[in-house]
């Protein structure tokens, strides 16, 4: 019998570890919704649920005679999206996880990604029904059309017999989140999925009493791969919520952390920074975080000063800063590639010398030099997986200290992108420089970072990097500077032009792309102190003046589903003079 909280034995997939669940404690609680991001009106599913809803679901496909082939789930998160995951599993077809197609922008993502899957069916909201016909006229010649399956209440009532997937069988077709115009999607099967699990769970440990929380999209890999289905595998309960109703209030996540006593939960840097900022005083009283052993933080670079920051303002509502684990993963390689052990104490913290890492070195100063830099930790590679840190141009691995690309290879590395031969030998089949090695190859991330004493340390992205008379300059650094310096900014973009580009000079410049919090009028009455205030902080933080800023309202810098900065799209806006612009009265547009 499959215990609660146990590891499931080798060789089952994820559909046949909830029926095992299900048939062993059909009661259990597996998913608590909460359906307004509060714990005022929670709906629970136990084991018995999901089986059975998934089971209606896969049956309603294969009734249409869908049985294999992608379909597209665009649902909201919620209960029944987990049900329509484990019913595409189960019905042997590839899901194609996707978010309901409102809104321009949503819309053209969606586009993308249907015409690149080409699946045979869609699961979205009933709202969309009327617009199908519209939507459907924009796809290419040639560009076979989907069924679509709206859900009701019926779809997730029935049962049938189940056709379990083969292991080496696709499982997912997961688009990574960036951009619109090249869709890319990564082809996991079913033992890649198993695998993230079990790696997680070796890194994490199990534990009897393991409560879950994430508010994250179910539709990204860290909400999808790193919450619902180790949930599931690990034979414990996960409370979610929407993403829409965290960002709405962020002191939601915290207050259902309070509430069901959670033990292990997840969110990007950016989360800690929106609980920090925006929960007030008079609400710390009703916190209780101590029930936390796990909080992972991944998705993004992990900023020593936002964590600081946190566990400053919580430590009070019995908030532990050694339960938190900095981690590094991509969805090519299903999810998880590092992470700090679990109960290894406070996360580590290296301080460099900037200078010094700018070409590519790290070298360690004092705590209180001021010329150095906090880089955190995100811990040891997975277990099973091997992580290397290799120059980019040579394909030679790199000593520890010196910065490289991040190379991956292990189970959890998918084979490669959908239909995309070129680009999959280029991406999974990498092989370091005089190294005799048989086997797959390696996952080349495309990130930058460095080893030191066996703990990956990432700086940044290898195409974001801006060079600057040899120096390196990361983006996110000087992101950082600017949104410190002035209290009315806030999320900006940071990239380089070349002279070309910009039709000037030969040099690259640094341009910066900001948010104001305010209106037109504000921003006018301000601008010349702002301006000064940026390219002060700029200057004296990163020994660069910035050649341009831009500055305009909320939703001016472009950004992915799951939260990242599209600094090329940004850019590329920003060449194009497509970027969004105050709306002022007298029509001068936005402000430059
Ligand atoms: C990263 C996913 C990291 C991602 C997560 C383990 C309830 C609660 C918790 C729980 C279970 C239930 O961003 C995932 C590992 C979660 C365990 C949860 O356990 N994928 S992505 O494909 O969208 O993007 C990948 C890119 O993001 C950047 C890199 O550029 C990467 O290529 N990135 C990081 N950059 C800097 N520092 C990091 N630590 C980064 N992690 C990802």
Same mark, same amino acid.
């Given at each position: 019998?499959?215990?609660?909280?146990?590891?499931?034995?080798?060789?089952?997939?994820?559909?046949?570890?909830?029926?095992?669940?299900?048939?062993?404690?059909?009661?259990?609680?597996?998913?608590?919704?909460?359906?307004?991001?509060?714990?005022?009106?929670?709906?629970?599913?136990?084991?018995?649920?999901?089986?059975?809803?998934?089971?209606?679901?896969?049956?309603?496909?294969?009734?249409?005679?869908?049985?294999?082939?992608?379909?597209?789930?665009?649902?909201?998160?919620?209960?029944?999206?987990?049900?329509?995951?484990?019913?595409?599993?189960?019905?042997?077809?590839?899901?194609?996880?996707?978010? *309901?197609?409102?809104?321009?922008?949503?819309?053209?993502?969606?586009?993308?990604?249907?015409?690149?899957?080409?699946?045979?069916?869609?699961?979205?909201?009933?709202?969309?029904?009327?617009?199908?016909?519209?939507?459907?006229?924009?796809?290419?010649?040639?560009?076979?059309?989907?069924?679509?399956?709206?859900?009701?209440?019926?779809?997730?009532?029935?049962?049938?017999?189940?056709?379990?997937?083969?292991?080496?069988?696709?499982?997912?077709?997961?688009?990574?989140?960036?951009?619109?115009?090249?869709? !890319?999607?990564?082809?996991?099967?079913?033992?890649?999925?198993?695998?993230?699990?079990?790696?997680?769970?070796?890194?994490?440990?199990?534990?009897?009493?393991?409560?879950?929380?994430?508010?994250?999209?179910?539709?990204?890999?860290?909400?999808?791969?790193?919450?619902?289905?180790?949930?599931?595998?690990?034979?414990?309960?996960?409370?979610?919520?929407?993403?829409?109703?965290?960002?709405?209030?962020?002191?939601?996540?915290?207050?259902?952390?309070?509430?069901?006593?959670?033990?292990?939960?997840?969110?990007?840097?950016?989360?800690?920074?929106?609980?920090?900022?925006?929960?007030?005083?008079?609400?710390?009283?009703?916190?209780?975080?101590?029930?936390?052993?796990?909080?992972?933080?991944?998705?993004?670079?992990?900023?020593?000063?936002?964590?600081?920051?946190?566990?400053?303002?919580?430590?009070?509502?019995?908030?532990?800063?050694?339960?938190?684990?900095?981690?590094?993963?991509?969805?090519?390689?299903?999810?998880?590639?590092?992470? !700090?052990?679990? !109960?290894?104490?406070?996360?580590?913290?290296?301080?460099?010398?900037?200078?010094?890492?700018?070409?590519?070195?790290?070298?360690?100063?004092?705590?209180?030099?001021?010329?150095?830099?906090?880089?955190?930790?995100?811990?040891?590679?997975?277990?099973?997986?091997?992580?290397?840190?290799?120059? *980019?141009?040579?394909?030679?691995?790199?000593?520890?200290?010196?910065?490289?690309?991040?190379?991956?290879?292990?189970?959890?590395?998918?084979?490669?992108?959908?239909?995309?031969?070129?680009?999959?030998?280029?991406?999974?089949?990498?092989?370091?420089?005089?190294?005799?090695?048989?086997?797959?190859?390696?996952?080349?991330?495309?990130?930058?970072?460095?080893?030191?004493?066996?703990?990956?340390?990432?700086?940044?992205?290898?195409?974001?990097?801006?060079?600057?008379?040899?120096?390196?300059?990361?983006?996110?650094?000087?992101?950082?500077?600017?949104?410190?310096?002035?209290?009315?900014?806030?999320?900006?973009?940071?990239?380089?032009?070349?002279?070309?580009?910009?039709?000037?000079?030969?040099?690259?410049?640094?341009?910066?792309?900001?948010?104001?919090?305010?209106?037109?009028?504000?921003?006018?009455?301000?601008?010349?102190?702002?301006?000064?205030?940026?390219?002060?902080?700029?200057?004296?933080?990163?020994?660069?003046?910035?050649?341009?800023?831009?500055?305009?309202?909320?939703?001016?810098?472009?950004?992915?589903?799951?939260?990242?900065?599209?600094?090329?799209?940004? !850019?590329?806006?920003?060449?194009?003079?497509?970027?969004?612009?105050?709306?002022?009265?007298?029509?001068?547009?936005?402000?430059?």
């Amino acid at each position: 019998m499959l215990e609660p909280s146990a590891s499931p034995p080798d060789g089952l997939s994820l559909p046949e570890i909830l029926t095992a669940r299900a048939r062993a404690h059909p009661d259990a609680l597996a998913f608590r919704f909460l359906p307004d991001g509060t714990t005022d009106h929670p709906v629970d599913w136990t084991y018995l649920d999901v089986e059975l809803r998934s089971r209606a679901v896969a049956r309603e496909l294969s009734r249409r005679g869908i049985e294999g082939g992608r379909v597209v789930l665009a649902l909201d998160p919620g209960l029944d999206y987990v049900a329509a995951l484990f019913g595409i599993l189960r019905a042997g077809c590839t899901a194609v996880p996707s978010f *309901p197609p409102f809104g321009r922008r949503a819309m053209a993502r969606f586009l993308s990604i249907m015409v690149d899957c080409e699946p045979r069916a869609v699961l979205t909201d009933g709202r969309f029904a009327p617009q199908v016909e519209a939507f459907e006229a924009q796809y290419p010649q040639g560009t076979p059309k989907a069924r679509w399956i709206f859900p009701d209440e019926a779809l997730f009532q029935g049962d049938d017999t189940e056709v379990p997937p083969k292991l080496a069988d696709p499982a997912l077709l997961q688009y990574s989140s960036g951009s619109t115009g090249d869709p !890319k999607g990564i082809v996991l099967t079913h033992e890649n999925l198993v695998s993230n699990c079990r790696v997680l769970e070796a890194h994490t440990g199990m534990e009897p009493d393991r409560v879950g929380c994430s508010w994250l999209p179910p539709y990204h890999d860290m909400g999808l791969m790193g919450t619902i289905m180790l949930a599931v595998h690990g034979g414990w309960p996960l409370v979610m919520m929407s993403p829409v109703h965290f960002v709405q209030d962020p002191y939601r996540w915290l207050a259902a952390l309070t509430e069901y006593r959670v033990t292990i939960t997840v969110g990007p840097n950016f989360a800690f920074d929106l609980c920090t900022s925006s929960i007030p005083d008079e609400a710390l009283d009703s916190l209780d975080l101590s029930s936390l052993r796990q909080v992972f933080c991944g998705s993004e670079p992990v900023s020593a000063a936002t964590l600081e920051r946190f566990r400053e303002r919580f430590a009070g509502c019995g908030y532990d800063a050694a339960s938190l684990i900095p981690c590094y993963g991509l969805a090519e390689a299903t999810l998880f590639v590092t992470g !700090k052990p679990a !109960k290894s104490g406070v996360r580590r913290l290296e301080r460099l010398d900037k200078a010094a890492l700018g070409t590519g070195t790290a070298v360690r100063v004092d705590a209180g030099d001021a010329s150095g830099v906090d880089v955190v930790s995100c811990g040891v590679s997975a277990v099973g997986h091997e992580v290397l840190v290799v120059d *980019p141009r040579t394909a030679r691995v790199l000593p520890d200290g010196r910065v490289g690309e991040v190379w991956v290879s292990g189970p959890n590395v998918a084979a490669g992108y959908w239909r995309r031969p070129e680009l999959s030998t280029a991406a999974f089949g990498a092989r370091p420089a005089g190294a005799d090695r048989a086997g797959p190859g390696f996952l080349r991330t495309g990130d930058l970072g460095f080893v030191l004493d066996g703990e990956l340390f990432v700086t940044g992205r290898l195409k974001d990097v801006i060079v600057i008379s040899g120096r390196n300059l990361y983006p996110q650094d000087i992101e950082a500077s600017v949104e410190r310096c002035h209290g009315a900014l806030r999320r900006c973009a940071v990239f380089s032009v070349s002279g070309a580009e910009a039709g000037e000079a030969e040099e690259e410049q640094v341009v910066v792309v900001a948010e104001y919090r305010g209106t037109a009028g504000q921003f006018a009455a301000e601008e010349e102190s702002l301006r000064a205030a940026v390219t002060a902080a700029v200057t004296a933080d990163h020994g660069v003046r910035p050649a341009e800023l831009y500055v305009g309202p909320p939703g001016t810098v472009l950004m992915t589903t799951s939260g990242k900065v599209r600094r090329k799209a940004t !850019k590329a806006a920003f060449l194009e003079g497509t970027l969004k612009r105050f709306t002022v009265p007298a029509g001068s547009g936005a402000v430059r």
